[in-house]
């Protein structure tokens, strides 16, 4: 893809039909401020560049039939989501449909060079799938605060190897195309908004809960990413006045006390003491090295097992401790969680909206849903589609 849109009322006929899919040039019209003959020449500005097509005639609303257009069923779109512990790969048209993804395990603390070779060679089974000729764009979510303009993480705390690594444009020479890189979490925010629970708010908060804690915060349908892309960086919030230490050097961190590594630890000491035989049984069963995992701790409350009932709800109570207090700052229309930890599912989602609706002031809870999200594991690769159209759908 080389053409960009010459102007702010191309960037928008391209979102509006990249988010509603094939449209008809009058209702296009209908949604756009452009009278009939400027919408015109806009649109056949759009063909002539070709990331636009002719879509047949569309239904009649009276009178002369309208024609329909499309953006180009050619281009595709790279998703990465690099978590802690996996990666997402995905390719998708350019309405963000995913056409394909794949997973695979993988420790971001193996450095950029292991986790880029792990991508690309993800990136070319799905082509030689046949699913894409060539990408597009690309965009990347990495399990840390980055720099935005530069697309370079920033002193990531679970990602030593990653500080001022030139990730756009590291990958956007493998690639061959643009790309853009975000907080992962942003990108699930992105993803919820485009395809989720999210699609019809336009100020709400996505907190991410896996490996760590992160939240993704969206004001007026736009990311909110900080001053030094640091917004949202809740886990790092103190829970517990001189608790745990935490990755990040200081004490007492939200993410110290409940994350999913600190739930697996939590999980193995409980075993270890005797206080939970189902535990006992599952880190038995996984083999000589004896370790539990977030997973674990799910399947045992789903079995009933009272001590992981119990550190499911606790870590839930502390949560919600702090998305209460953004809450009464923010005052959101919605608070989705995400997460590999949200396999723990019900019983976490109820101890958060316990804490924050008894916690916070009425009127910013009153009407305020929150919920598990919709996407699962392609919010952040959907979230990252989405990241890059936005850029190559704005003007040049």
């Known amino acids: 893809m080389t053409a960009r849109p010459a102007n702010a009322h191309q960037a928008r006929l391209l979102r509006l039909l990249r988010d509603n899919g094939p449209n008809s040039r009058a209702q296009l019209g209908d949604q756009v401020d452009l009278s009939r003959s400027k919408l015109a020449v806009e649109v056949e500005r759009l063909l002539e560049t070709g990331l636009v097509v002719a879509d047949g005639l569309a239904a009649s609303r009276g009178g002369r039939r309208s024609h329909n257009v499309r953006l180009a069923p050619g281009l595709r779109f790279l998703g990465v989501d690099i978590g802690a512990t996996s990666v997402d790969v995905a390719v998708t048209n350019a309405e963000l449909e995913v056409l394909g993804h794949l997973n695979q395990p993988m420790d971001v603390r193996e450095g950029p060079g292991a986790v880029f070779e792990q991508v690309l060679t993800m990136a070319a089974k799905l082509k030689a799938s046949g699913l894409a000729e060539h990408f597009d764009g690309a965009g990347i979510g990495v399990p840390g605060p980055v720099r935005f303009p530069e697309g370079v993480p920033v002193a990531p705390p679970i990602m030593p190897g990653w500080d001022g690594f030139p990730v756009r444009e590291a990958l956007s020479q493998e690639l061959g195309c643009p790309v853009m890189v975000d907080n992962d979490v942003n990108l699930m ?59 990040c050097g200081n004490r007492g961190c939200l993410e110290a006390y409940f994350s999913g590594a600190a739930l697996a630890r939590d999980a193995q000491e409980a075993a270890q003491q005797g206080l939970s035989p189902e535990l006992a049984r599952r880190r038995e069963a996984n083999g000589t090295h004896g370790t539990l995992s977030a997973v674990d701790v799910a399947a045992a409350a789903a079995a009933g097992d009272t001590t992981s009932l119990a550190l499911i709800r606790e870590g839930g109570t502390r949560t919600g401790q702090v998305i209460a207090g953004l809450v009464s700052f923010f005052n959101p229309g919605l608070v989705v969680i995400g997460g590999g930890v949200t396999g723990l ?14 916690q916070s002031l009425p ?20 979230g990252a589609a989405r990241l890059i159209s936005d850029h190559l759908f704005s003007p040049a």
């Open 363 to 382: 009127l910013a809870t009153g009407n305020l849903p929150i919920v598990l999200g919709e996407l699962g594991p392609a919010a952040g690769v959907i």
């Open 189 to 247: 925010a992105l993803g919820e908004q485009h395809a989720g629970i999210a699609r019809t708010v336009s100020d709400f908060l996505c907190v991410k809960i896996g490996t760590g804690i992160g939240c993704g915060i969206v004001v007026g349908g736009a990311v909110h990413r900080g001053t030094t892309g640091s917004a949202g960086d809740i886990g790092h919030i103190q829970a517990v006045p001189e608790g745990r230490p935490c990755a």
């Open 345 to 358: 599912g019900h019983t976490l989602l109820a101890a958060i909206r316990t804490q924050v609706y008894r």
